[in-house]
């Protein structure tokens, strides 16, 4: 038997070969020695603690393979991407992924090669996998974002309630469950509906000191943040609310000579993303502007700032977007950018973007009658979705629309990909059948089989513009024949410039009328509630910002951070040299605006610089050069 200080040089050892660290960070040892124990553990750490290395690497040290539960496929993919690229055999499955696919992944767990399975928790439930996990050695159960399992929260998923049967019937097996947003009802809501036995709690203090949190009432915020990056030379992210801004802020910022500034959404495809995420991770002074579709998973450790062009939908969720900033532990800034009829058109668009039982129904009936899908029946064809279709025949907004679509994903009612992503092909027919089409079909399915290879036997990825060059035909003169061809049942081809969806429960009108609208009309109000919370915590200028959130997340007695806008606001400032000789300092660089000035003392209050200036105006030390920009006399 090993000892345990030969076991902890082991766990050092893989520390180092793997994720290249010399030490763990806080608590980290302490939980990968409790699932190792065998115990049941449950784990929260606030974002940038390094939750995942938890059951990644106890996952290398045991016999088997550790089943992963994690409810976002683009988390999940993530994760796999960077296990395998450090040299870690770890697979996902996902309702994208064909039979044969599947097959080859459950083969693998079966013959102890995969340490790390990710699923979602709707497919712990699943037949298939029932059948197959029942002959893989599992080492424990690890559940990622567990505060899942909670009816009080946005991201309330049913499936993870599946979980405690699951474990009825692998009662030998130890569970893990991780979050980094819970209150303190959440984290009894996880240890009673995961059935944790004794578990060992590890829960860290959400106080980022580090961390100084700005928010600011502002009409101009692409000035605001323009004098912001001015002075930035490290990394950082900006937040935005649609993908549009993220463009659009992007070219203001580029027109102004900033070139290390680059935006990141999920409208662009997977090459682009990654293209894009690769490079600012490799950067020192990268920015990146982007909806909330960036940031899960990331391991960057020198962010120095984050801006919010606009609040977030929840606490929680910003409270995870400020924690991608200063994970090395040194000094790092948050900026909230706000204003009052930003925060009341923010109100209008969460109501409209909610339907009634009506709107919700005739939106699922028209997706399930546009595709022909019978009562109880299941396809197993992909669909292209044109929602201006369904726009036009419900007579309901594209927010209603995607708000209904986005639900039936997150369920896993349909698989719906809103991505750009390559296209893909495959031949219906056998080749020997092609002399028998008419002459021109022939003809261009003969060009397809010279240009795709593989489409006789298998759906194929490829791109359209590969094959316009090619072939010499146009994009949409090609796209226009292909789909001429699969109207004919001649290929099957879906193109990746446009949404799709795949039906993966048989239709049920009695679930969808009846349990789906009510889990719906659930998740709607805690959204709802959770922006409230938001708008408080954006709006009140009483209260230390720091601790308001640990205040959310249950926290007691905890002290003003004194450094926020608020505590420096409620600070008694007195007329000492200190700030008057650095408001000097800067001014004998150059003349600037107070805006400048604020950014260059490290986001000093405006107020309080511009009391200083008086004190230097009447001294004689400091001119108005007009009546922005001041200068030394």
Known sequence: ??????????????????????????????????????????????????????????ALLQQGTCLVISPLLALMKDQVNQLKFRG???????????????????????DGLTKLLYISPERITNKQFLQNIAEIELSFIAVDEAHCISEWGQDFRPSYQNIKDFRKNNPEIPCLALTATATAKVLEEIKNKLDLQKPIVFQKSFRRDNIKIFSEEISDKYLKVFHILQYAKESGIIYVRTRKEAELLTEYLHRNKMQNVDFYHAGLTTKEKHEKQNFW??????????????????????????????????IENYYQEIGRAGRDGKKSFAFMLWNKQEIS?????????????????????????????????????????????????????????????????????????NNKSLSSVELLMNADEIDQLPAKDAYFIELLLRSISGITTHKVMFSEQNVSNKIGVSIPLLKERLKEMQHKNYLEYIDGALASVKFLKPRDERANSGIYWKLFEHIQKNKIQKWEEMKFFVEDSQYCKMKLILSYFGEKNTKNCGQC??????????????????IVKVLSKKASTIEEISVQLQFQAKEKILEHLIYLLDSGKVKMLNFRTYSLT
Not at 32 to 43: W, Y
């Open 345 to 417: 058109n923010f109100d209008q668009i969460l109501k409209n973007q909610i339907p009634n039982k009506a709107e919700f129904l005739k939106i699922i009936s028209y997706l399930y009658s546009k595709f022909q899908v019978a009562e109880f029946e299941l396809p197993e064809k992909v669909f292209q979705l044109n929602t201006s279709g369904i726009q036009n025949f419900t007579k309901l907004s594209t927010a209603k629309i995607k708000n209904v679509l986005n639900f039936l994903h997150t369920q896993e009612i349909i698989f719906y990909n």
């Open 1 to 58: 038997m090993i000892s345990s200080q030969d076991f902890n040089e082991l766990k050092n050892k893989t520390l180092k070969h793997f994720w290249g660290y010399d030490y763990f960070r806080e608590s980290q040892e302490q939980i990968i020695d409790s699932i190792i124990q065998r115990k049941d553990t449950l784990v929260l750490l606030p974002t940038g603690a390094g939750k995942s290395l938890c059951y990644q690497l106890p």
């Open 281 to 314: 991770n490799n950067s020192d002074k990268n920015i990146l502007i982007s909806t909330n579709a960036f940031g899960m998973g990331i391991d960057k450790d020198n962010v120095r700032f984050v801006i919010h062009f606009s609040p977030s939908q929840s």
């Open 88 to 110: 870690i055999e770890a697979e996902y499955l996902s309702s994208e992924l064909d039979e044969f696919d599947a097959e080859v992944i459950y083969n693998r767990c079966k």
């Open 565 to 582: 806008t608020v505590c420096e606001k409620n600070k008694r400032t007195l007329f000492g040299k200190d700030i008057s000789d650095d």
